[in-house]
């Protein structure tokens, strides 16, 4: 007996030796994790778009408390005897127990209230939900400090007070709304990442960290988001902290930091020139493909969506429509932008001569309907360059129908409008409309009309596309090529883009008819005239399409172009959405000025005098 009883001993001390060490730490020790500061987000130029700002909380460890609240406890449950001798033992313990908890905490909340002139009260409802769940971790007291709340606190806090002040960070959005839509906002995340941290497989708590929930903060989680470290400590039987295991530590480090391809001063710029109205604005590098401007209006503060979110700020953003990133997610018939993609079409099919006149009258007819002239005018005799000057409807109608549907929606899918660009953001838009005789049998269920192909060869019809798409169009063709690749992030010095594209197919005479044409567009005599910059040749086409929103004819205007024609450095569009039926927006009148401040301050960034066009 005595035999066996040793060899049971030696079997559980040196055998299973491991096996109840195991068991012995599962049942004291617990992890705690600490969220890693995020990385930061800077522009081109090193300016910091986003970054992390000291987060200050008042808060106590409940076990600091224990001996408080046992003698609160104790003295409730003598009241409640004497005033409610009705309860069970069980009840009458319940409310002792959460009041004595209860009581203790506001007191030392009633201090801070005292310091800071607040009334703030302990909400019962999230006591028992940090009791129950995060017992280990600090309660907040008072979470959000200012400087000045934390300078009082710190200065007048009595010396062993039970009151800590806790650090964490926050988001912090320096340029406040601009490039709000691209940057993007957080969002508070318990299930921050344990992979490294010592004591896998021990109960865990974790503060909360932060997560991406659009934009860049998205896109580049996994590089921004800090990494975890965390402690593992004793506990005692009641699930409060002991003391730390020492060996078992990892101090939390930043994430890294992204630097984009926007210049934050031309994006300031952009939005300034919208204004309060509704519309997007983008700027792209013509040889990189790095997009400078990414600008989408009406927008909202970023530093009101940190540290949270709240109900009021967010219902605000909902109503204004605000949420909506418009240059990659608005889809628009782009109106007579689109006439290049026609004159592309027709010139690669051989159906239009670069130089080639057509008979422009104030209207041209089609089986049984008119469709006329922008302007009702008639222009006469007109060529490629000349239609471009003046937008002419009835000389790409009759372009359109010589060429037909399919060669013009191939090019326009060439070019790349029937796809998202990949940016580097969640979201886009997916849902673009390149129309044929195909898509409209399968969708619409009847055939394609000649009337169709008409609408479709001036940018209307059941076209629909992103500002984005037509950046990346305006860059190609600066580029004499089909496909630019796009992206939000800064490229390496001397870095060259593959861009998987190929050239655009026109010979040298076809090029330069559309190149001389889309600078008569700029010209004195232009549509796009108001675009102007002194000093700089601009290739430009304005446009403004025709929709119908809930019952009402509202117009979009548009502006695309890149600059100086002879060596293409930058391309913009601009398309500006109007929301009621007197806005009476146009291609000229409205998106050629916003794009002139741009091209003003690209070329003349040291002028900040305000560029005035001259006729």
């Known amino acids: 007996m005595f035999l066996l009883l040793f060899l049971g001993l030696g079997w559980r001390q040196l055998i299973l030796h491991e096996h109840y060490r195991e068991q012995e730490a599962f049942q004291n020790q617990r992890r705690v994790l600490y969220p890693g500061p995020r990385g930061k987000i800077f522009d081109r130029n090193g300016n910091v778009l986003v970054a992390n700002r000291p987060r200050f909380a008042a808060v106590v460890y409940l076990n600091d408390l224990k001996k408080e609240i046992g003698q609160e406890r104790k003295h409730l449950s003598k009241q409640l005897r004497k005033t409610q001798p009705d309860l069970s033992y069980?009840?009458?313990f319940e409310e002792a127990a959460w009041g004595s908890r209860l009581n203790v905490l506001q007191a030392y909340l009633d201090q801070i209230n005292q310091i800071l002139e607040r009334d703030d009260e302990v909400v019962l409802k999230k006591l028992k939900r940090h009791y129950g769940y995060r017992r280990l971790m600090p309660f907040p007291l008072i979470n959000d400090l200012t400087h000045t709340e934390y300078a009082h606190l710190i200065e007048q806090l009595p010396i062993g007070s039970p009151i800590q002040i806790y650090t964490s960070t926050a988001r912090e959005y320096p340029q406040g709304s601009l490039a709000a839509h691209t940057i993007g906002y957080v969002v508070s995340d318990e299930s921050i990442p344990e992979k490294g941290v010592p004591g896998e497989g021990l109960k865990t708590f974790s503060y909360k960290g932060k997560s991406g929930r659009?934009?860049?903060?998205?896109?580049?989680?996994?590089?921004?988001?800090?990494h975890v470290g965390g402690e593992v400590w004793l506990v005692d039987p009641m699930q409060y902290q002991h003391a730390p295991v020492p060996e078992k530590s990892l101090l939390p480090r930043p994430g890294d930091d992204v630097i984009t391809s926007l210049d934050i001063d031309l994006q300031r710029v952009a939005e300034n020139a919208i204004g309060d109205r509704t519309g997007a604005a983008i700027a792209v590098d013509v040889n990189t493909g790095e997009i400078l401007v990414l600008a989408s209006k009406p927008d909202y503060d970023l530093n009101d969506l940190t540290p949270f979110i709240s109900n009021k700020v967010w219902k605000d953003i909902g109503e204004r429509g605000a949420f909506l990133n418009r240059a990659f997610q608005g889809l628009y018939p782009p109106g007579s932008t689109f006439k290049l993609i026609t004159a592309i079409a027709a010139m690669r099919a051989d159906k239009l001569g670069p130089a080639e006149p057509l008979t422009c009258g104030s209207h041209l007819r089609v089986g049984n309907r008119l469709?006329?002239?922008?302007?009702?005018?008639?222009?006469?005799?007109?060529?490629?360059?000349?239609?471009?000057?003046?937008?002419?409807?009835?000389?790409f109608y009759q372009v359109g129908l010589r060429t037909?549907?399919?060669?013009?929606?191939?090019?326009?899918?060439?070019?790349?409008?029937?796809?998202?660009?990949?940016?580097?953001?969640?979201?886009?838009?997916?849902?673009?409309?390149?129309?044929?005789r195909e898509w409209k049998q399968r969708v619409k269920g009847f055939g394609w009309t000649k009337g169709d192909t008409v609408n479709v060869s001036i940018g209307q019809g059941y076209l629909l596309v992103t500002p984005l798409q037509m950046a990346r169009f305006a860059a190609s063709l600066a580029r004499r090529e089909t496909r630019t690749k796009l992206t939000l992030l800064k490229q390496p010095a001397g870095k060259i883009i593959d861009h998987e594209a190929e050239p655009i197919g026109l010979t040298g005479a076809q090029y330069?008819?559309?190149?001389?044409?889309?600078?008569?567009?700029v010209s004195l005599s232009g549509t796009g005239r108001w675009a102007a910059v002194e000093g700089v040749n601009i290739a430009g086409k304005t446009?403004?399409?025709?929709?119908?929103?809930?019952?009402?004819?509202?117009?979009?205007?548009?502006?695309?172009?890149?600059?100086?024609?002879?060596?293409?450095?930058?391309a913009v569009v601009i398309a500006m959405e109007g929301t009621e039926e007197d806005d009476n927006y146009g291609g000229g009148k409205t998106a050629a000025p916003i794009a002139q401040k741009i091209f003003h301050n690209y070329f003349y960034p040291t002028d900040n005098r305000l560029a005035v066009n001259s006729r």
């Open 90 to 92: 069980r009840e009458r």
């Open 214 to 226: 659009s934009g860049l903060e998205k896109s580049f989680e996994d590089t921004l988001q800090g």
């Open 371 to 395: 469709f006329p002239e922008h302007s009702n005018a008639s222009f006469g005799q007109v060529n490629l360059p000349r239609a471009l000057e003046v937008s002419s409807n009835v000389f």
């Open 404 to 436: 037909g549907i399919d060669p013009i929606s191939a090019e326009a899918r060439r070019f790349g409008l029937d796809e998202p660009t990949d940016i580097e953001l969640p979201h886009e838009a997916t849902r673009m409309i390149v129309p044929d």
């Open 512 to 521: 330069y008819a559309i190149l001389q044409g889309m600078s008569r567009v």
């Open 543 to 570: 446009g403004t399409a025709q929709v119908r929103h809930e019952g009402k004819p509202l117009t979009i205007a548009w502006f695309l172009g890149f600059a100086p024609i002879d060596n293409p450095k930058i």
